[in-house]
């Protein structure tokens, strides 16, 4: 089976599906084929094949009797599993939406809720003629930046298999990564977009909040959630944010700011924009490699034409605390729901209905989550709200004034993603404060709802204990700011054009 | 921050958060739960020197633009379709244990 078709952009292969040039039946027989050859690197937890084709073949059909097509038409997808897929086994990740069976042996996620409804994402990418082949893995309910936190097995990097992907949203950046599909969708609450797309060589989006619907993501921290693309170029994230942006009246905070054409911010010119650099971004803990990268990266900026400038965001430091504070607190509340009532698993045996949540829960998450539901418990309950919670509130309210300030003087501001290149898998899961404080550069972003992209920059070099491993650089902008950031990325990529991790040929 | 500082979380309080949220943790998960809480909010400690003062409290990134939808009767879920995942069924209702006398 030909593959290669896999190598191209997903806005090129739509172009190519809508001119007839090839069927999106080939193409996703082609990603069909790469998922499965691939899938000792558990980038998805259900692969939904006679869905996709049967899709696929409604898109050719349509093109044959001369109807328009939409601009993803054809493109397969990989969707981070916290995403609701009408009829599509649904887990987030965590055995507590996989129903207990008879004879049951290790869970699998095949057998995973299915909800009774597409997420608006989901409806806009069909509307668009997008083809979803299947669910990606994550740590579970989005708690991790590993994927190790997967309820059911870790994804691995393409680029070196014995090194996490980052997460949470590790499924999606491997399965764009090792070019099984061209774009996926994740999820955001502290850099899950950006953490995994950097440490794979992709490109991730994280838009304003309220940019795209949150209608049918299964909630972590509401105040800090988002979702956004991953794909294997500028463009086609562009595109793909482009069809999932917009106003939602099922969703409370959803912006109802028209939605611009991201795809032509691409190209556009960036000479005179003021990039801001922020020495707190750049101090003790960065890996040097990362930063040579992060550092040549805003060189070719300022060789574009930008204005490069320094600024201070000094709030930074207090981001790791600020944020597991709050969405601690956010994520108990959230995981609430899952009590054994309406859907997912439910422990047996237990007489009453209390000692029944208790031993659901406690037999459905995972260490993380738990671990995270008894800090939020904690940080909300009575005599600790006004030290920790309410506290917390107050400094996110000195990140948003950090980034209005900084935004009086540029136009966007260029950072690291992660402070080290993809870690060995087993590294850090016995230490989560390690693997919070690793976090601390995306975090902001949330905490400020602001737009955050992840591009690639030039790859750490190889060392005697590791292969060439990629790298990100992250772009901020104003509150829905997310053209001029598309500019500044798809500027950059022409002068660090995508690669592929070694054996994806 | 320092993992020698004494722990701050007792075993019995990692006991009644834990039954504050409905989730139960076996006795050999107690010891390394109040370890993670203690080291995880020592941490946290930090957040008390900030000055704050006169700053109000954000709760979400953008406050600006959210307009509530217009209340308009509309179809929901199928009532079959609802129940269709609930581990346990009766009457058309989700059927769950007794309710403990609590009081």
């Known amino acids: ?505 | 921050m320092a993992t020698d500082d004494p722990p701050r979380i007792s075993h019995d309080e990692v006991r009644r958060i834990a039954q504050l949220a409905h989730l139960d943790l076996p006795a050999h998960e107690v010891d390394r739960m109040a370890r993670d809480l203690g080291q995880i909010l020592a941490y946290m400690e930090q957040l008390r020197e900030v000055d704050v003062t006169g700053v109000p409290a954000t709760s979400h990134g953008d406050e600006v633009g959210i307009v509530p939808r217009p209340d308009e009767e509309a179809a929901s879920l199928p009532h079959e379709i609802a129940l269709r995942e609930a581990p346990s069924v009766e009457d058309g209702g989700f059927r769950v244990p007794a309710f403990a006398d609590e009081g």
Not at chain 1, 176 to 193: C, F, K, Q, Y
Not at chain 1, 258 to 283: L, W
């Open chain 1, 1 to 505: 089976m030909d593959e290669s078709i896999l190598h191209r952009p997903a806005w090129q292969i739509a172009e190519l599906v809508r001119s007839g040039e090839v069927s999106a039946v080939s193409v996703t027989e082609a990603a069909l084929g790469a998922i499965q050859r691939g899938r000792q690197l558990g980038a998805f937890l259900t692969v939904q094949g006679d869905r996709a084709l049967a899709a696929a073949r409604s898109v050719d059909e349509r093109r044959a009797r001369g109807e328009a097509l939409g601009v993803l038409a054809g493109v397969p997808m990989g969707i981070k599993d916290p995403i609701c897929t009408k009829d599509v086994p649904t887990t987030a990740g965590s055995k507590i939406l996989v129903p207990a069976a008879k004879n049951q042996g290790e869970a699998d996620p095949d057998r995973g809720w299915r909800p009774p409804y597409d997420a608006t994402v989901i409806e806009r990418l069909v509307g668009a003629d997008a083809i979803v082949v299947g669910k990606c893995n994550m740590d579970e309910l989005a708690m991790g930046s590993s994927t190790e936190n997967s309820a059911f097995y870790p994804a691995k990097n393409p680029w070196d298999p014995t090194r996490i992907p980052g997460g949470s949203s590790g499924g999606s950046a491997v399965a764009v990564a090792a070019r099984m599909v061209p774009a996926a969708l994740g999820s955001d609450t502290g850099g899950s977009i950006r953490q995994p797309a950097a440490l794979t060589g992709t490109v991730g989006v994280k838009p304003t909040y309220g940019r795209v619907s949150r209608y049918g993501l299964i909630a972590y921290g509401s105040s800090l959630d988002h979702i956004g693309p991953l794909a294997t170029d500028v463009r086609g994230a562009a595109r793909v944010l482009s069809v999932i942006a917009g106003h939602d009246p099922r969703d409370g905070t959803s912006l109802r700011a028209a939605v611009p054409d991201y795809e032509a911010a691409c190209g556009q010119s960036v000479r005179g924009m003021r990039i801001g650099v922020p020495a707190e971004y750049f101090a003790a803990g960065l890996e040097p490699a990362v930063e040579a990268s992060v550092r040549g990266a805003i060189e070719a900026l300022a060789r574009l034409g930008c204005e490069v400038k320094p600024i201070e965001l000094s709030a930074t430091r207090h981001a790791v605390a600020t944020y597991y504070v709050i969405a601690v607190a956010e994520a108990s509340s959230n995981l609430a729901r899952f009590d054994g009532v309406r859907f997912g698993l439910r422990a047996p045996a237990k007489n009453d209905l209390t000692a029944m949540y208790s031993a659901t829960r406690g037999a459905g998450f995972g260490a993380e989550v738990k671990r995270r539901i008894m800090l939020g418990t904690y940080v909300l309950s009575a005599g600790y709200y006004d030290a920790y919670y309410l506290r917390a509130q107050r400094v996110r309210t000195l990140f948003r004034r950090d980034f209005e300030a900084a935004f009086r003087e540029v136009d966007a501001i260029a950072t690291p993603v992660t402070p080290a290149v993809a870690f060995k898998l087993g590294e850090k899961v016995d230490d989560p404060l390690a693997m919070y404080l690793a976090d601390v550069y995306t975090l902001p972003a949330n905490l400020a709802g602001i737009p955050a992209l992840s591009v690639p920059c030039a790859p750490a070099p190889a060392t005697s204990d590791r292969p060439e491993l990629p790298v990100g650089l992250q772009l901020m902008g104003p509150p829905l700011g997310e053209e001029r950031l598309f500019a500044l990325a798809s500027a950059f990529e022409t002068t660090c054009p995508p690669r592929k991790p070694p054996g994806v040929a």
